[in-house]
């Protein structure tokens, strides 16, 4: 055996070494992708989530938008939580009867609760700001001009429907 046949060798070996290290990691990352979104479809870890996260059936990650404009739809649900909870006599089971609130109209509007974090994080700037009309945010501004006497009449629950569960903004 030459020389030239003997060092061709180890160097195919790294070769095929190398090649198969990459079709684990692929087959690797395939199954883990494939795995969370079963995991997500049918709630496998739900023990591991925390309170209403695991009862919210929209799931879906998406980062926000980069102009923060709220959507008619993210406004509407926003406001008729808010009414629900406002609504809600205080008792012992306060609560639990606002995140069944919160849990039915989330899933009802296919809203995420990141979304909703969003939305509601939007919506208590203009509570507590006033808008101004050549902000970038325009667009939101006009909207949100139609419905803030109505959230300005719940906006006890801004102010004091905040857990960490669910509820309150980032």
């Known amino acids: 055996m030459s020389k030239a046949e003997g060092s061709r060798i180890p160097h195919a070996r790294w070769i095929v070494l190398i090649l198969a290290l990459v079709a684990v990691v ?16 049918f709630g496998l870890l739900g023990t591991e989530q925390q309170g209403i996260e695991r009862l919210i059936t929209a799931r879906e990650h998406t980062d926000p938008d980069v102009d923060t404009v709220l959507t008619p739809r993210q406004i509407s649900v926003l406001l008729d939580i808010a009414e629900d ?34 939305a509601r994080t939007r919506i208590e700037h203009f509570l507590i700001e006033k808008p101004r009309r050549n902000q970038p945010d325009s667009l939101t501004a006009d909207r ?15 102010k004091e429907h905040q857990d960490s569960i669910g509820l309150a903004p980032f």
């Open 85 to 118: 909870v406002s609504r809600l006599t205080p008792g012992a089971d306060l609560a639990q009867r606002t995140r069944q609130i919160l849990v039915q109209r989330l899933n009802a509007s296919s809203m995420t609760l990141a979304e909703y974090r969003r």
């Open 144 to 158: 949100m001009a139609v419905v803030l006497p109505r959230f300005k009449q719940v906006a006890r629950f801004f």
């Open 26 to 41: 692929y087959l690797g990352m395939v199954l883990w992708k494939l795995f969370n979104e079963a995991n997500m479809a």
